[in-house]
């Protein structure tokens, strides 16, 4: 007989409600799993895991601990784009009556929730439920592989990246200042470098890259300019009625790939416009 893994042992010993929940959020994450590419499932499941492993640690109610963190995203589903875990609170609310849960217990999860959130937890110290799930959902933040799916977060919840970088370095940097960024004193140590590498990145980011040439002239597409484009230089007779008259560089580089397609090389403007203003760099 095969001996039972640590995910095997976790499942026998979940209520009837937790394994109702755990389906129902299972199956509600696959049917929306385009919607949220971030906040997806591999997430949920990550967070649910660790969240059992910080409050078995601490003893915390596990029970409370895990359906906070099966229902703590749901936000996102319910309103794409929201930022505050409260626009998920009514089909949070739902799904845990539907698994059978009590009031009480709805109301309690509610909570954990709510007080787990990074922007919430400068001021005040979660409950040790709250702080297993916090501590689950921060560690999946500083995974070395999660920074490589912020395209996935800015394609979600339409944040920039420049944005995205000010809120992370914004809200988390306080919080390691003050020892709080995990409340599992093991966890802090470790994934301290984990810790310091990832915000290390994020301030780079928000600091260098933001303000140099390269990134204000040729990687902010809301700063660069459309070409303004002169039609005599270009061979584009072959698509001439699929540009418009002021055309974007979205525009430009589909109607040039038509022409690529259909008509073989083309030739680019020979010269940038000079009539366009350039952008100045923003301090904000
Ligand atoms: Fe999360």
Do not use: C
């Not at 703590?72 to 409260?86: F, K, M, V």
């Not at 560690?139 to 944040?159: I, Q």
């Not at 009625?241 to 020979?270: C, M, Q």
Request: hydrophobic share 35%; charged share 25%.
């Amino acid at each position: 007989m095969a001996t039972p893994t640590d995910e095997d042992v976790i499942y026998q010993n979940l209520s009837i409600n937790a394994r109702r929940l755990l389906r129902d959020v299972y199956v509600l994450y696959q049917k929306f799993h385009d919607s949220v590419p971030f906040h997806d499932w591999e997430h949920i499941w990550f967070v649910f895991h660790e969240t059992h492993r910080f409050a078995k640690r601490n003893g915390a109610d596990i029970e409370l601990s895990i359906a906070a963190a099966l229902v703590h995203d749901l936000n996102h589903l319910a309103e794409p784009g929201s930022t505050s875990a409260a626009a998920g609170s009514d089909l949070r609310r739902q799904l845990l009556h539907t698994a059978g849960y009590s009031q009480d217990f709805i109301q309690r999860v509610e909570h954990i929730v709510l007080e787990a959130e990074t922007s919430q937890r400068s001021d005040r110290t979660p409950s040790i439920e709250g702080q297993a799930l916090s501590d689950a959902d921060t560690l999946y933040k500083v995974l070395p592989d999660t920074v490589n799916k912020s395209a996935r977060y800015t394609d979600e919840t339409g944040v920039h990246i420049i944005e995205l970088a000010r809120k992370i370095v914004g809200e988390q940097s306080p919080l390691v200042e003050k020892k709080i960024y995990l409340y599992d004193e093991q966890a802090r140590s470790d994934y301290k470098v984990w810790i310091e590498r990832n915000l290390e990145h994020w301030r780079f980011l928000l600091a260098e890259y933001k303000e140099s040439e390269i990134y204000r002239d040729h990687v902010d597409r809301s700063r660069v300019p459309p070409l303004a484009i002169d039609e005599d230089d270009l061979v584009l007779d072959a698509a001439r009625s699929k540009i418009t008259s002021s055309p974007t560089p979205d525009d430009h580089y589909a109607g040039a790939h038509a022409v690529a397609v259909t008509t073989g090389p083309i030739r680019l403007p020979k010269r940038r416009p000079s009539a366009v203003a350039r952008p100045q760099p923003s301090h904000g």
